[in-house]
């Protein structure tokens, strides 16, 4: 790392650099164009691919999310975590071109945020950044994967999943990780939610509502989850 660090410096027409590391870089109020930041995720990647070659069976690589400040020019969450993704750079193809290579599927997390949940001082945008994902893993023809960040039981998140599900102006999903299996997931009106979920999931979000019976006798349709909650409080009144 030092070597590829003097020949950056080198490069910048900055040798002392290539020393010590930069001094004069920058200040906390520059742009991530005007420091060395480029060098830095270069160095991350380079890593990722000596790993990869260490361990050639890994098949699935899932990436930690920055979406506050998303809408801003320098995106510091992302710069803080590695990634150089500003509004003048693309941060996710480099990423999305290196796991092709390993034939590696790229999953990718907050599927189920919002942008109008998220507080307004916060200038962050889940969607956008699944979108900017979504588009980079396309252009790449590599594999796209989902998940959940946030433990969400309720509709407006399972909605959200499906609308990123889809392959507007981008990738669909090869999977998609739930998280997670909880006692909190079996509460009948929970679980009523997740298998309606489930179901759309499976049928790419043609239906959003659960038969009233089920004659394969699943025990996954409305009419089970709601008698055996009437069941259940019945019980604990005697």
Known sequence: MRAS??????????????????????????????????FFQRELRNMEYRIWTILPRVVLRELSIG??????????????TGYYNTRHHDG???????FGKHGVIFNF???????????????????????????????????????????????AAYTQVLAASKANLGNTWSAFTYLRMNKKLFKPENWC???????????????TKLSGSDL??????????????SQNKEAALV
Request: glycine share 10%; net charge negative.
């Open 5 to 38: 660090l003097k020949a950056a410096a080198y490069a910048a027409g900055k040798e002392e650099w290539g020393r010590s590391g930069p001094q004069d870089s920058g200040q906390y109020n520059q742009f991530p164009e005007d420091t060395g930041t480029g």
């Open 67 to 80: 979406t506050w400040h998303y809408r801003s020019r320098s995106h510091p969450a992302e710069l803080t």
């Open 92 to 98: 996710y193809q480099p990423i999305a071109r290196m």
């Open 109 to 155: 997390t907050c599927m189920e945020m919002n942008d109008g949940e998220q507080p307004e001082y916060a200038n962050c945008s889940p969607q956008g950044l699944v979108q900017q994902v979504k588009i980079a893993t396309r252009t790449t023809g590599i594999e796209l994967a989902g998940e959940n960040a946030l433990e969400r039981y309720d509709p």
């Open 193 to 207: 939610h997740f298998v309606g979920f489930v179901k759309s999931m499976s049928e790419s979000g043609r239906n």
């Open 216 to 229: 394969s006798r699943t025990d996954l349709y409305v009419g089970f989850i709601m008698e055996r909650s």
